[in-house]
T-cell receptor, first 110, second 113 residues
Framework: KNEVEQSPQNLTAQEGEFITINCSYS?????LHWLQQHPGGGIVSLFM???GKKKHGRLIATINIQEKHSSLHITASHPRDSAVYIC????????????FGKGTKLSVKP | NAGVTQTPKFQVLKTGQSMTLQCAQD?????MYWYRQDPGMGLRLIYY???????DKGEVPNGYNVSRLNKREFSLRLESAAPSQTSVYFC????????????FGQGTRLTVV
């Protein structure tokens, strides 16, 4: 069983829709990261969180440490949000190393 | 501010050839990492360097070597490339420790034929 599981694997939405991507993990963590990867491009960090909720523009990330679960929400989705969203966790004692989920491929249609 | 710079962006090698992937960061970060990304799999750690002068194996180190040349630079070497090493390689860096943000390079797409 993977230590970091994301759902769904693929997601197609219409422009303007509210989107949720889920991440569950099975290890104790010091932080959880949400990353964005555009086609053919590099990887950009969106959020790093260890508790509660963070918001940046139309993106919101939440984490429930007790349930070992995090969600990434996109409000008023736009075609430029189309990308792969990756959840990664930093487990305790890992010397800072990240464990990655397989990613969620989001396509937003105009 | 360049962040993390990887070279080259694309490379095609023949089986058995060697090459070095270069990575440099200008953020004065202590820790640097090399990952590979394969279809249907999450990024997997090849090697990392927690600080200048130290390197450690990650999840998939076989067939690779690394050098932490100085605090800025962390190179990945394939001594004898194999088709199984066809992948996209990412270098990353962070300040270090348990709770720090990671910064990634643009990736190197390597094909071994």
């Amino acid at each position: 069983k993977n230590e970091v599981e994301q759902s769904p694997q693929n997601l197609t939405a219409q422009e303007g829709e509210f989107i949720t991507i889920n991440c569950s993990y099975s290890v104790g963590i010091s932080a959880l990261h949400w990353l964005q990867q555009h086609p053919g491009g590099g990887i950009v960090s969106l959020f790093m969180l260890s508790s509660g909720k963070k918001k940046h523009g139309r993106l919101i990330a939440t984490i429930n440490i007790q349930e070992k679960h995090s969600s990434l929400h996109i409000t008023a989705s736009h075609p430029r949000d189309s990308a792969v969203y990756i959840c990664a966790v930093r487990s305790w004692g890992s010397q800072g190393n990240l464990i990655f989920g397989k990613g969620t491929k989001l396509s937003v249609k105009p | 501010n360049a962040g993390v710079t990887q070279t080259p962006k694309f490379q095609v090698l023949k089986t058995g050839q060697s090459m070095t992937l270069q990575c440099a960061q200008d953020m004065n970060h202590n820790s640097m990492y090399w990952y590979r990304q394969d279809p249907g799999m999450g990024l997997r750690l090849i090697y990392y360097s927690a600080s200048e002068g130290t390197t450690d194996k990650g999840e998939v180190p076989n067939g690779y070597n690394v050098s932490r040349l100085n605090k800025r630079e962390f190179s990945l070497r394939l001594e004898s490339a194999a088709p199984s090493q066809t992948s996209v390689y990412f270098c990353a860096s962070s300040v270090g420790g348990e709770d720090t943000e990671a910064f990634f390079g643009q990736g190197t797409r390597l094909t071994v034929v």
